[in-house]
């Protein structure tokens, strides 16, 4: 899968709900329930971060739940990558891009995310063939007026602004006509999970569901 079939895939991804969120699972029993109750919320897409030593675990209990698309977050390495394939990941999003990331995700034909915070990032990953980028870390590169910024110069790359986004300020970045979609952890709280409030996420959910304008 090449990066120019990778990074369609990766827009097809972004471009079916205006939020994906950033999921960091500490349990992987909190897993199915917790893509149940995002599903059910309106958001299919689902990013499950490599930080927690149960996010592959995780990913296999979440990628079984009916009309969820699970994919693997803070992908770094090559062996994330096939760690997170095996698991069952449909495509991995990265917080940077290196040729070792790119080499990987298309060996194993996994649709990558890559990420990109100024404009020379951006141009080196469309020369490696994605047009589809995570802006990362939207709030402190410089939030909505640097993206729109972006989209002068950058017309045909589209992003999806991560960390520090926010039910708050999403609707800025959504606003923008180079966003497709904004990533987030906002929509699975750590203390809602533990409590097992799955109704209480599902209304997050649909919140998030609604952001876009
Ligand atoms: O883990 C990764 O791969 C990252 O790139 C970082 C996450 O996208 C952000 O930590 C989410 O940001 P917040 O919504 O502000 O919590």
Not at 33 to 57: D, H, I, K, Y
Not at 81 to 93: N, Y
């Amino acid at each position: 899968m090449t990066p120019q079939s990778q990074s369609a895939r990766i827009r097809e991804i972004c471009a079916m709900a205006p939020v994906i969120p950033v999921i960091v699972i500490k349990d992987a029993a909190w897993a199915e329930p917790l893509a149940r109750s995002l599903v059910a919320g309106g958001l299919a897409v689902l990013e499950v971060t490599l930080r927690t030593p149960a996010a592959l675990e995780a990913i296999t209990a979440m990628a079984r739940v009916e009309g969820a698309i699970v994919g693997a977050g803070t992908v770094i390495t090559s062996q994330d990558v096939h760690r997170a394939q095996a698991a069952g990941a449909r495509f991995a999003v990265s917080p940077g891009l290196t040729d070792t990331l790119a080499d990987a995700c298309e060996d194993c034909a996994l649709p990558l995310l890559p990420g990109a915070a100024t404009a020379s990032e951006a141009m080196q990953a469309v020369e490696a063939g994605f047009d589809t980028l995570k802006f990362f870390p939207a709030g402190p590169a410089g939030g909505p007026a640097y993206l729109k910024a972006l989209a002068g110069p950058l017309p045909g790359i589209r992003f999806c602004p991560t960390g520090g986004v926010s039910a708050a300020n999403a609707p800025e970045y959504l606003a923008l006509p180079n966003v497709l979609c904004v990533g987030g952890s906002w929509i699975a709280p750590e203390e809602m999970m533990r409590q097992g409030d799955w109704s209480g996420i599902e209304a997050l959910a649909r919140q998030a569901a609604g952001l876009r304008p």
